[in-house]
């Protein structure tokens, strides 16, 4: 029973965001992940062989890089 117990309080400890910036930059990622998503999505619809997987990582990196510069922004003011 301590290891389901030992499991279930690493997962919840790995649940939290252990830094703020960190989680900003997730949420940021993950955001993009989701517009890339949907763009590829739609492309596909148009042609069926078409490979999402570089719309998807475009978007993710890009909107990475928002976030980078939005907090570089926010620590400068």
Known sequence: ???HRD???LL???AVQPNPT???LMQMAT???FIGTLVAYHRRRKNPAFEPFPIVTRWSVATLGVGLIWLL???IR
Request: no cysteine; hydrophobic share 55%; charged share 20%.
């Open 73 to 75: 922004l926010e620590a």
């Open 12 to 14: 919840s400890r790995a």
């Open 22 to 24: 960190l989680g900003v």
């Open 31 to 33: 955001a993009g992940a």
């Open 7 to 9: 499991a279930v309080e």
């Open 1 to 3: 029973m301590t290891r």
